[in-house]
């Protein structure tokens, strides 16, 4: 405690140059925090997005392909072999989509928007809510019904509202049809779909004779799989594959299809997301580095100014432990009250980047979490020990004729 008093009273006599030689380490620690806080912010985002879509979810894609002759689309029969005949393998249920785009207009108001048409367990197996009305139904799909389900930006696009919209009927590519439900806001779905919030879902038979006829009937563009278990996607990925060849009677090593599974796209995503925030991470650190390098340059200039004080103590018996545990004790200070400044700073700069990125809409919340803090903290501590022995082992050095003898 001696020691710590004596450090504080020998920093506090040259505060503008404790200032100046703290501020690296300020620098330094704030980067490290911001940096990973922003890193995580960003991770956080990407994967609540796609956790949305549920990691249990293989999305199926139809791939023509230069090897094969006549490459066969996806089906409902498709769907409908997967359901029945993989579901004791964990196959919970198969949801079929069409995609397309249409002019879609209510009054004066109109817009050019993605629509879907899809089966009636697309909802649940996408993960979608509803604010108000209902899904789309199998009494929709068997009688193929103009009942429509609109996304929530679409709605504010067309009724300047989101709420009060069950039972109004708009014109889909001049046709009418009217509303039965509105989606609440998500975001991107994952790889199915890029966004339900400026779309508009209708039931998939009334799709397929309506609006997006295909070549053969009963063709899909997508088929989403929920598995029961995410431990076995591994597994019930091969055994699709293996059935969709058989049906499609493809060559053996080629596909005309894609499987894609959203698990992997998010741990994909997080590897990817957490590299780069070990990165930016490392990169800030190098101020810390500097920091480090000031707090030697002080403490040396620091032994030569009080050079005579160090020969005086020791001839009045200071022992070199003293004088060691002296100097680095003001390296320690110096570094620890950087380390809380920078703490406090790279918080605040986390904070703002956080205000900026809500005032532009961008779903990014940096995350400053506890282990960056003790990270950075003792870091930042440890640089000012190793940055700060080599001054204090020079002083502890010192003969002390030779110092009493320094002008």
């Known amino acids: 405690m001696q ?15 404790s200032g100046l030689t703290i501020l690296g380490i300020v620098i330094g620690v704030a980067s490290v925090i ?10 956080n985002s990407v994967t609540g997005q796609m956790a949305g879509v549920g990691t249990n979810q293989l999305t199926i894609f139809s791939m023509g392909s230069a090897e094969l002759r006549n490459p066969q689309p996806l089906t409902l029969d498709d769907a409908q072999a997967i359901q029945e005949q993989l579901s004791a393998s964990g196959v919970r249920q198969v949801a079929s989509q069409l995609s397309g785009s249409a002019l879609i207009s209510y009054g ?10 899809v089966s009636a367990n697309f909802g649940s197996v996408n993960n979608l809510d509803v604010i108000e009305g209902r899904f789309l139904t199998e009494e929709d799909m068997a009688g193929q019904t103009s009942s429509v389900v609109i996304g929530s930006k679409l709605a504010d696009k067309l009724f300047d509202r989101s709420r009060g919209l069950v039972g109004e009927l708009i014109r889909v590519e001049g046709q009418p049809y009217r509303i039965v439900g509105v989606l609440a806001e998500k975001g991107s779905s994952g790889i199915s779909m890029s966004s339900t919030d400026d779309a508009l879902l209708l039931p998939l038979t009334t799709a ?16 989403s799989v929920e598995v ?19 049906r499609h009677r493809t060559p053996v090593g080629t596909d005309d299809f894609m499987i894609f599974a959203a698990k992997q796209l998010v741990d ?20 810390l580095l500097v920091g480090g390098i000031g707090i030697m340059n002080i403490m040396l200039v620091s032994v030569t100014e009080r050079t005579r004080e160090i020969g005086l103590r020791k001839a009045l018996g200071a022992r070199k432990r003293d004088i060691l545990v002296q100097f680095l004790s003001e390296a320690a200070v110096l570094s620890m009250a950087g380390g809380i400044i920078g703490i406090i700073l790279g918080w605040l700069i986390a904070f703002v980047v956080g205000l900026i990125a809500a005032a532009n809409n961008a779903d990014i919340n940096p995350a400053v979490g506890l282990d960056a803090i003790l990270l950075a903290t003792l870091f ?11 001054p204090a082992n020079r002083a502890a050095n010192l003969q002390p004729v030779e110092a009493l003898r320094s002008e």
């Not at 004066?108 to 048409?117: C, D, K, L, M, R």
């Not at 397929?208 to 088929?223: A, K, S």
């Open 208 to 223: 397929q004779t309506r609006l997006m006829p295909r070549q053969r009937r009963g063709q899909v563009d997508i088929l």
């Open 108 to 117: 004066s108001e109109s817009a050019t928007s993605n629509i879907y048409g």
């Open 34 to 43: 911001a940096m990973v806080a922003l890193g995580r912010g960003v991770q």
């Open 380 to 390: 930042s501590s440890a640089i000012g020990v190793f940055f700060g022995l080599y």
């Open 228 to 246: 029961a278990n995410v431990t076995d996607l591994d597994r019930v990925t091969e055994e699709v594959s293996q059935l969709l060849r058989t």
């Open 268 to 287: 994909t995503l997080n590897q990817i997301t957490s590299v780069l925030t070990i990165f930016l991470g490392g990169v800030a650190a190098i101020s």
């Open 3 to 17: 020691s710590l008093w004596e450090a504080l009273g020998s920093l506090t006599t040259n505060k503008l140059r």
